[in-house]
C-alpha cells in the first residue's frame, strides 16, 4: 500500500504546519489530546488553533465545497486524520467539523444548512452531543429525554449523560423521544437545540484521570423551535445513526496507539530494567503487528468510502479493533514500566505521567462512541449477516 506523490506532499505541509502552529514539547505534555483541561488560557489556545486550522480549510477537509469545504478524496482525509493524532493536536473542539456537519448536509433544511454550516466551517460554534442517559447508553434507542410538539416549539424533558464539552457547546444535536407510544426506534426525533435556552442545566462530571471534560444535562421544559428539527419527525433513529457511523469510521483510535508504543519501545530500549522484564520483547513484537493490522482495517474503511460504498460492519471492526488495541498497548506499558508506571506526576513518573494518563483513560474507549458489545452485534447482523437472539 502506497499513497500518492501528491498526498505524501499534503503530509509534509501538515507536519510544517504543526512544527511551526504547536507549542514545543507539546505531544511530550501529559493530557496534550485532553480539550478539557486547563483554564481560560488554554481555551484561547484551542480557540485560535481551530482558527488556523478553518483558514487553510483543513477543519472541514472533506465538506463539499458549496458547503465551505474542500471536496478533499477519502485518502486525503485519512493523512490529516493520521497526523493529527499522531502529533496529539486538537483538530476540533466538539463535534461540529466531523459528525454535526456532514449529518446536516445529509438532511438538514437549506434554512438549517445556512445557519449552522458557516459557523462550523469557521470555527465560531462549539457542538456538543446529547445522546446518551443515564438509563439508555448502550441501548440508545430507550432513551426518555421528551420532546412535546406545542405549537410551533418542542417542549423538552430529560436528563443527558457524558456529554463531551457541554459546558463550552453553544449548540447540542439532541435524540428526544416524540412518540412514547411507537415502537422505540420509530418514535425518535433529531433536534438542534441553542445551549442558551432557558431551562438547560449544566453539571460537570469529573472523569478518572480528574479532568473535566463530560458533562450531565438536565431540560427542564426547553422550549426548542419546530424548525430545529432535522429529517422526518419520529424518524430521527436514522439521523443519528449516520451521525454514529462518521464517529465510528476514522483511523485516529489506531494512530493515538502509535505515538505511545513508540515511546514504550524507546523507554525499553534505554531503561535496563524494562528490557529485563519477562516476555515483554515478544508482546512489544506483537503490539506492532497489531499496530499494522489495525491500520489496515482503518484504511479498508477509507477505501470503501472512496469508491462511493458505505462502511458499516467495516467501521465497526475498525472502532472495536483500535479501542481494545490502545487498551491493551496501555497495559503492557504498565506491565513495561512496573509501579512508576502509575506515578502521575513528579521525578519518578515515566513519559512525564503520560502513561498513567493513557491508561486511564484507554479504560473508557470500549464504551464511548458505541461499546465493544454493540459493535459485535453490529458486525455479527449487517456484517456476518447473522440472526437475532
Known amino acids: 500500500f502506497r499513497f500518492a506523490p501528491e498526498e505524501e506532499a499534503f503530509r509534509g505541509e501538515i507536519r510544517s504546519f504543526l512544527a511551526e502552529e504547536l507549542p514545543d514539547g507539546w505531544a511530550s505534555t501529559a493530557g496534550a489530546g485532553n480539550l478539557g483541561e486547563g483554564g481560560d488560557e488554554r481555551w484561547e489556545f484551542l480557540r485560535s488553533f481551530q482558527k488556523k486550522l478553518s483558514k487553510r480549510g483543513w477543519l472541514t477537509l472533506g ?17 490529516y486524520n493520521e497526523e493529527m493524532a499522531y502529533h ?25 444548512k445556512t445557519q449552522h454550516l458557516p459557523g462550523i466551517a469557521n470555527a465560531e460554534t462549539v457542538w456538543c452531543q446529547g445522546f446518551s442517559e443515564p438509563g439508555a447508553g448502550s441501548d440508545l434507542a430507550s432513551l426518555e429525554t421528551r420532546a412535546a410538539a406545542d405549537g410551533d416549539y418542542f417542549v423538552i424533558n430529560g436528563q443527558k449523560i457524558w456529554t463531551s464539552l457541554a459546558h463550552k457547546a453553544d449548540w447540542c444535536i439532541l435524540l428526544v423521544r416524540t412518540d412514547p407510544e411507537a415502537p422505540k426506534h420509530k418514535g425518535i426525533s433529531y433536534l438542534l437545540v441553542d445551549m442558551r435556552l432557558p431551562g438547560i442545566t449544566i453539571a460537570p462530571l469529573v472523569d478518572i484521570t480528574g479532568r473535566h471534560a463530560f458533562n450531565q444535562i438536565f431540560f427542564e421544559d426547553v422550549r426548542v423551535p419546530r424548525d430545529c428539527l ?27 496507539g502509535i505515538r505511545v508504543y513508540e515511546e514504550l519501545v524507546a523507554f525499553a530500549r534505554e531503561t535496563e530494567v524494562a528490557r ?69 506526576t513528579g521525578r519518578w513518573a515515566p513519559l512525564a505521567g503520560r502513561l498513567e494518563q493513557y ?31
Open 359 to 389: 491508561y486511564l483513560s484507554a479504560s473508557a474507549l470500549t464504551v464511548a462512541a458505541g461499546t465493544s458489545e454493540i459493535q459485535r452485534n453490529i458486525i455479527a447482523g449487517r456484517g456476518l449477516g447473522l440472526p437475532r437472539g
Open 63 to 79: 465538506w463539499p465545497l458549496e458547503h465551505g469545504g474542500q471536496a478533499a478524496g477519502v485518502m486525503q482525509q485519512v493523512i
Open 88 to 112: 496529539r493536536a486538537p483538530t476540533q473542539l466538539g463535534v461540529g467539523p466531523d459528525r454535526v456537519g456532514p449529518t446536516i448536509i445529509l438532511y438538514g433544511t437549506d434554512e438549517q
Open 276 to 344: 529485563e522484564r519477562p516476555g515483554m520483547r515478544a508482546k512489544l513484537a506483537e503490539l506492532g503487528i497489531e499496530i499494522h493490522t489495525g491500520r489496515l482495517l482503518a484504511y479498508r474503511v477509507a477505501s470503501m468510502q472512496a469508491r462511493g460504498q458505505i462502511p458499516n460492519a467495516e467501521a465497526s471492526m475498525s472502532k472495536m479493533y483500535g479501542s481494545e488495541l490502545q487498551q491493551r498497548i496501555a497495559m503492557t506499558g504498565m506491565q513495561l514500566m512496573g509501579l512508576p508506571g502509575q506515578l502521575e
Open 230 to 256: 432535522v429529517g422526518e419527525l419520529n424518524r430521527g433513529w436514522y439521523v443519528g445513526a449516520a451521525t454514529l457511523d462518521f464517529e465510528r469510521s476514522g483511523i485516529n483510535r489506531v494512530v493515538a
